[in-house]
Each structure stands twice: as structure tokens, then as C-alpha cells.
T-cell receptor, first 114, second 113 residues
Framework: DAGVIQSPRHEVTEMGQEVTLRCKPI?????LFWYRQTMMRGLELLIY????????DSGMPEDRFSAKMPNASFSTLKIQPSEPRDSAVYFC????????????FGPGTRLTVT | AQTVTQSQPEMSVQEAETVTLSCTYD???????LFWYKQPPSRQMILVIR????KQQNATENRFSVNFQKAAKSFSLKISDSQLGDAAMYFC??????????WGAGTKLIIKP
């Protein structure tokens, strides 16, 4: 079975540009999580969805960040406009229905904003 | 709110030896889960082991086991017969009632051949 798929794996962009990160959860999983990992702040939960509905977005740093899950097999995390301090590794994870306790992580997207 | 603390930024162990990674946590909740995740150089986050707080028995997964001391709020990971492939960052995490993972800062594990 394919695991969680994220694209792109690496993204380099200039400050002010729009960035879209993509995630395909494991088939059959109903919950999806977006995390950000930086040296300064470690791993942070940005937002999570259950059955395509955003449940908690309190971790989203500011209005420049938005996330959508239009269907059970796809989610996006968008940053507009991007800033150098957004440089980080962004992880997507999914978990089966009723089992938030076992989250399967994607390989991450390394974002560099210059 | 939960907090998770890993006080060892880096640990090293000789191949085939045993190493223990420390983690302490603080929570006001009565029921919670604790986890150890491994992040190798490939950057993928891999679940190593999980422990339900209401279970007194320590979780074990092959060479990986935990020492869960609920009263002391301690959750250490023991790796037996260390292998070169165990080299990675290890993150301790707790899950709160909102199903959010609260992460420790991580411990870098170095395996000496």
C-alpha cells in the first residue's frame, strides 16, 4: 500500500510568492493533519481535518496560511504571500477513522523561501 | 495543557549495545497516549511505539520497549541490540484530549560501529 504522499518534496520560492503544498492521505483514512517542523519550534500541528471538515486550525500561524480538503483523497496547504520565516519542513499525516492515535506521516515537503 | 520534555539533545551507543532515551511529560488529563517517533535522515516520521496511560504494562515492539512510570510522568525508550539503521532523531510525543500530538524537542541517536 502506498503511504501518505506529499508533493513537491522540495520547494524553493521567492518571498511574496504563493506556495501550495499537496497531500494525498492513505486510502480509507478519515483524518488528516498538517504539521510544520523548524529548528526553533520543533514540530507544530497547524490544522487537522476529520471527514474532510477542518476541526481545529488554531495552529495556523496567520491568515497567510490556508488549508483545504476538497475530498477524502486530497488536501492542500497554501501560503500566500510567503515569507522567509515560513521556511520549514511541512508534514502531512493521516489516521484511520476513530484512531487518531496512529498517525502515518508523509515524507514531508522542504520549503525554502528566499 | 500537556508538555513533553526530552532533556538529551544527543545520545550515542555502540552497535549491539542497549541505549535508553529519556522523556518526561506533564498533563492534567487522566487518560492519554504517549508515543515515540523516529525520524531518520530520509526525514520520514515513523511511529516506533505507543503506550496507553491506563495500561500498566509497558509496551514492547521487538527491540524497542518503554519504561512507563506514570507517577513520575516518565516515558523512556529502550533500544536493545542497537543497529546502524537505528540512527535517527527520536521524538517523544503525547496526545491530548483533542487528539493533538504534543512533541518533545527530539534526541539525536548516533550508533557507533
Amino acid at each position: 500500500d502506498a503511504g501518505v504522499i506529499q508533493s513537491p518534496r522540495h520547494e524553493v520560492t521567492e518571498m511574496g510568492q504563493e506556495v501550495t503544498l499537496r497531500c494525498k492521505p492513505i486510502s480509507g483514512h478519515n483524518s488528516l493533519f498538517w504539521y510544520r517542523q523548524t529548528m526553533m519550534r520543533g514540530l507544530e500541528l497547524l490544522i487537522y481535518f476529520n471527514n474532510n471538515v477542518p476541526i481545529d486550525d488554531s495552529g495556523m500561524p496567520e491568515d497567510r496560511f490556508s488549508a483545504k480538503m476538497p475530498n477524502a483523497s486530497f488536501s492542500t496547504l497554501k501560503i500566500q504571500p510567503s515569507e522567509p520565516r515560513d521556511s520549514a519542513v511541512y508534514f502531512c499525516a493521516s489516521s484511520p477513522q476513530g484512531d487518531y492515535y496512529e498517525q502515518y506521516f508523509g515524507p514531508g515537503t522542504r520549503l525554502t523561501v528566499t | 495543557a500537556q508538555t513533553v520534555t526530552q532533556s538529551q539533545p544527543e545520545m550515542s551507543v555502540q552497535e549491539a549495545e542497549t541505549v535508553t532515551l529519556s522523556c518526561t511529560y506533564d498533563t492534567s488529563e487522566s487518560d492519554y497516549y504517549l508515543f515515540w517517533y523516529k525520524q531518520p535522515p530520509s526525514r520520514q516520521m515513523i511511529l516506533v511505539i505507543r503506550q496507553e496511560a491506563y495500561k500498566q504494562q509497558n509496551a514492547t515492539e521487538n527491540r524497542f520497549s518503554v519504561n512507563f512510570q506514570k507517577a513520575a510522568k516518565s516515558f523512556s525508550l529502550k533500544i536493545s541490540d542497537s543497529q546502524l539503521g537505528d540512527a535517527a532523531m527520536y521524538f517523544c510525543a503525547g496526545m491530548d484530549s483533542n487528539y493533538q500530538l504534543i512533541w518533545g524537542a527530539g534526541t539525536k541517536l548516533i550508533i557507533k560501529p
